[in-house]
């Protein structure tokens, strides 16, 4: 047995032979415990120690090799297919709610076993195809077919395609750094080209404008999955790239960058939320100051910025969840999530509406929200690093809490005298409400992710010390 | 032998530049077909001839993809937002643009990058230009694919430059043919009725 093949290969391979799946109940079964013991094995079973079990001995090998390519999930990966995993059983079994498991299972399972062989392969350039291989898979997963593609969609598909040669030729003159590292243009040239294909991966500033587009066209659960597994781990990748480069780790230049870039994205994502009246285009811009938030923790001294950008994954995948469980609920009862639709809807879908506004709320780093805790502390970082970032970091908080209270108002606006008609299901209603607890018990207790977070920066070889 | 790769040059500048222009996905398809041909003899500079049709075989298989689709989806006209000046003598123009920074640009890709030799470098860049500008002015599906596979020609005329391992290459052709595959996805996506 080898990490890749239990974490990669089995998981890829099921995905494939779920395709032939219609029964939605058994994938969503299928599909939710497969995650799920994946990542269980990640939590008690250690990569590449031998285990005792009477005369048996189980060790799990960490490498395979492939076409004489390899594929590395080292001790130190265990806490991040943990939470991953976990995470992606969340979503799949959230899926059953929304009647998308026929879609969000197979390529689901696909593109999360792309997404970490894009971590484990070596050499780590590869993950830029890998990546683009997802995303060609996210394209069924968030057009049906009886849907006529968007603008939004289109743009998806041609910006994360761009972002693929940028990364490859910058891993070539990056190479060429390595052995010249005196020559400072072909320094400054290969970080400027990796920039602009990590600026279309991840969708920064001014990239990001098919975010909210696609948002508006898509199944508000798919996208939600779309929006939480390709950032995520993009932003990994790019962390492997900041690992292998010390000159690159070591630039003012790309600190500066990264601070401003990522205040850029946080500024103009709250500004265009506060002003936003589609519940959809709303999450967007939330996803905007996601990523917005993991540049500014970049941006910090490196000690900080990786613990900062790995406490960043768990509540925000956890928000994300949760607003898109709840978009998707809204979603299926009124159709167009513009305001002028949903208004009032709170007294028919309380449960539904308490998780939309909560999770926006965390986003924002509301107090008693999974997201405060970290958000506070980042903040705290960087007026460390400087007031003026702090000032204008605020600034899109306020923005992305002005969004959340505008929707809280819309929700609950409703003639005096109107009596609430509970129209939700019970079992939509106890996964919200479950979902929504966990982000109060994550805002109030954040330390208890630590021991698996925590261990998170041994990844990598120099982050780890 | 320099003269045949320059002769690759001219007539991927020729389809590229058609390709911007034309409006008949019969005629687009055809012109792509002959633009993987001069790919592959761009390639040849640098990979096995064995190796280098890889690109042509994956481009051809993409073609026949999306041709297949085109002949089995109804054909609608979807009309984008017009935003854009987008009519033939604004494109025409936008082309010659994108023509003049390739030759001004591919002495200067020659000494930061050398020995990938002009022709190649040439070729590549008027692909990477072209498939650009023909993302940059439209938002049809078939449009758009095409307009992604030259630019990835573009790409992979020049990277096959600077790495030759094979598994790349099979990588990439994975690309280029999910790119097809989930082309004729969207286009059957636009027409339920031949689901």
């Not at chain 1, 030729?169 to 294909?197: F, H, K, N, R, Y």
């Not at chain 1, 109030?444 to 925590?454: A, E, S, T, W, Y």
């Not at chain 2, 389809?15 to 002959?34: H, K, P």
């Amino acid at each position: 047995m080898s990490a890749p093949l239990i974490w990669i290969i089995i998981p890829g391979v099921f995905g494939i032979f779920a395709l032939l799946i219609t029964n939605q109940r058994i994938l969503f079964f299928l599909g939710g415990v497969l995650a799920l013991l994946l990542a269980f094995i990640a939590i008690i079973i250690p990569i590449d120690t031998a285990l005792q079990f009477g005369n048996l001995s189980l060790k799990i090998a960490p490498a395979i090799e492939i076409l004489g390519r390899r594929l590395v999930l080292i001790p130190a990966d265990g806490p991040l297919l943990a939470i991953f995993y976990g995470l992606v059983a969340m979503w799949l079994f959230g899926a059953v709610l929304t009647k998308t498991s026929n879609r969000l299972v197979p390529l689901g399972l696909l593109i999360s076993s792309l997404m970490i062989a894009s971590i484990a392969v070596e050499p780590f350039l590869y993950a830029a195809i890998l990546i683009e291989i997802a995303v060609l898979l996210a394209i069924p997963l968030l057009l049906p077919l009886n849907k006529t593609p968007g603008p939004g969609l289109m743009r998806f598909l041609i910006y994360q395609t761009l972002g693929m040669p940028f990364i490859l030729i910058a891993g070539w003159m990056l190479a060429g750094v390595e052995s010249s590292p005196g020559d400072l243009d072909l320094a400054v040239q290969s970080a400027t080209i990796l920039g602009l294909g990590f600026a279309f991966l991840l969708a920064l500033f001014p990239l990001y404008i098919w975010l909210p587009m696609l948002a508006e066209e898509a199944s508000p659960y798919n996208i939600g999955f779309i929006f939480w597994i390709m950032p995520t781990i993009t932003i990994i990748f790019g962390l492997g790239f900041l690992d292998r480069y010390a000159w690159l780790r070591a630039s003012e230049s790309l600190q500066q960058a990264l601070s401003i870039g990522g205040i850029i994205m946080v500024v103009t994502s709250g500004l265009w939320s506060a002003f936003q009246r589609h519940l959809s285009r709303q999450m967007a811009y939330a996803v905007v100051a996601e990523t917005g938030f993991s540049l500014l923790a970049l941006s910090l001294p490196p000690e900080k910025a990786i613990q900062f950008v790995f406490l960043l994954i768990i509540p925000r995948s956890l928000a994300l969840l949760v607003w898109a469980l709840s978009l998707t609920r809204l979603h299926e009862n009124v159709g167009l999530l513009r305001f002028s639709n949903v208004t009032g809807l709170a007294r028919k879908y309380p449960f539904a509406s308490a998780g939309l506004i909560l999770a926006h709320l965390s986003v924002a780093g509301f107090p008693l929200l999974a997201g405060f805790p970290v958000r506070i502390a980042l903040w705290e970082g960087l007026a460390a690093e400087s007031l003026g970032m702090a000032f204008w970091f605020l600034i899109g908080i306020f923005g992305l809490l002005t969004g959340a209270i505008r929707t809280l108002a819309v929700l609950v606006k409703a003639p005096q005298g109107t009596g609430w008609e509970f129209q939700e299901p019970s079992t939509t209603s106890i996964i919200i409400g479950f979902a929504v607890i966990s982000l109060f018990i994550l805002g109030i207790f954040p330390q208890i992710f630590r021991p698996l977070v925590g261990n998170l920066p041994a990844m990598f070889e120099h982050f780890g010390k | 032998m320099t003269i045949v790769v320059w002769v690759a040059v001219v007539i991927v500048s020729i389809t590229a530049f058609v390709l911007l222009l034309s409006r008949d996905w019969r005629i687009e398809l055809g012109l792509l077909g002959i633009q993987y041909l001069s790919v592959f003899w761009l390639t040849s500079q640098h990979w096995p001839m064995s190796m280098a049709a890889i690109k042509l075989v994956t481009g051809w298989m993409a073609i026949a993809t999306l041709g297949m689709t085109q002949l089995n989806v109804k054909e609608t006209i979807v009309r984008g937002p017009q935003f854009w000046p987008q009519g033939w003598l604004f494109r025409l123009f936008a082309a010659g643009i994108v023509i003049v920074i390739v030759i001004a640009s591919t002495p200067r890709i020659d000494s930061i990058i050398p020995g990938i030799g002009l022709p190649v470098i040439a070729g590549s860049l008027i692909l990477l230009g072209l498939g650009l500008l023909h993302l940059g002015i439209t938002t049809q599906p078939f449009r758009v694919i095409i307009g992604l596979l030259t630019v990835l020609s573009g790409f992979e005329t020049i990277y096959s430059a600077l790495e030759s391992s094979i598994l790349v290459a099979a990588m990439l052709s994975i690309v280029n043919l999910g790119l097809a595959m989930v082309g004729a996805y969207i286009l059957t996506a636009r027409n339920p009725e031949n689901i």
